[in-house]
């Protein structure tokens, strides 16, 4: 069994997400789609929402709308894996087994008459790709989770296979049928694949995309069970590993390994809190030794670093964070923590994000620690 440091096994894993050695720019975001396996969704939208933040952080300022086209283009589709995902879309026959589980759990919410699902179906076939609002309204007038019979159904459909979503139009699901928008080999292969075989190809697709992982890593990828994934990671092809310091099993990827450790400049960027290098925060406080959480959702007085704050990646390393906002064309740093080491990394970060969000100007407002700041000034000067 290979042994690794934990220094390798950081690199390694840099390697696999992409952020080691020139972009490829050649492939454009289809082929980081591919690479990644998978990009989260958010509605959170600062400086951009977090599947385009997830491209920029590789590919640099590549358009906004190429990254929508090509996560809508018919090669790629939405669906849960490790949460709301863009996938590739031969891993349709992948998640049968989830398919499988939605139907047999039933309903979300309330139950709703399966006449309205039929309906549905029928419009779809008959009209083409609508959103919840064109099928006749997504909530029944109340709270945003109160959803309407027609909502509730076309999201029983998408979670069952028999819809998927197309696209995304001012960020509502355009639903339509399979036949329509999916690669007729990943339709041929369909729900053929019985569960354990899903997942066996599941965690390999996951080990690939983290490069080293643990047990638990290869779990949170998908959101599978820890059980399930112990019950098949033996047959997916990734090779047992030992990682000095992570007291854990671990398993790698071993293409890469083969390659041997990497080589070449390290990216410089901000990340989305949602973007697959961190968004498993148990590994990344493991690999980085950075603890974040997003505090989007915790009561304003009580955040610490802000709502959307992004990790610093520069040298291999996460070396601080930043909770960005916009002032016209200014882009403001509400609040940010930069290592000493860092602050030339994160003014070059700050000017290159300003930039391809359109912005001419950087601001600060918070820094820590503080006395990082008139040299962070003269940085971005």
Known sequence: ???????????????????????????????????????????????????????????????????????????????????????????????????????????????????????????????????????????????????????????????TGAVVCSERRAWKRVYDLPERVLPAEALAVGDTLDDAECRRRLVAIAGRALGVATLADLTDFHRLRQADVAAVVGGSGLVPVTVRGWGKAAWADPDLLAAGLPKGRHRTTLLSPFDTLAWDRARTERIFGFVHRLEAYTPAPKRVHGYFAMPLLAGGRLVGRVDPGRDGRTLVAKTLTVEPRAIDAMATALREAATWVGCDAVALGEVRPASAAPALRAALA
């Open 1 to 159: 069994m290979e042994e690794l440091t934990a220094d390798e096994a950081r690199r390694l894993s840099l390697r696999a997400q992409g952020m080691i050695g020139a972009p490829d720019r050649r492939g454009g975001v289809p082929a980081l789609l591919q690479r990644l396996a998978a990009v989260q969704l958010d509605t959170i939208s600062v400086l951009a929402r977090s599947h385009e933040l997830v491209a920029y952080a590789r590919l640099g300022a590549v358009g906004r709308a190429a990254v929508d086209a090509a996560y809508w283009s018919g090669d790629a589709f939405e669906y849960w894996a490790h949460a709301a995902c863009v996938l590739p879309a031969e891993q349709w026959p992948l998640f049968a087994f989830r398919r499988r589980h939605y139907g047999e759990r039933g309903w979300r919410w309330h139950a709703v008459e399966p006449s309205v699902c039929d309906t549905v179906l029928a419009r779809l076939r008959d009209e083409g790709p609508m959103t919840s609002t064109d099928l006749g309204g997504a909530k029944r007038g109340g709270v945003w989770w109160d959803w309407s019979d027609v909502k509730i159904a076309v999201e029983y459909l998408l979670d």
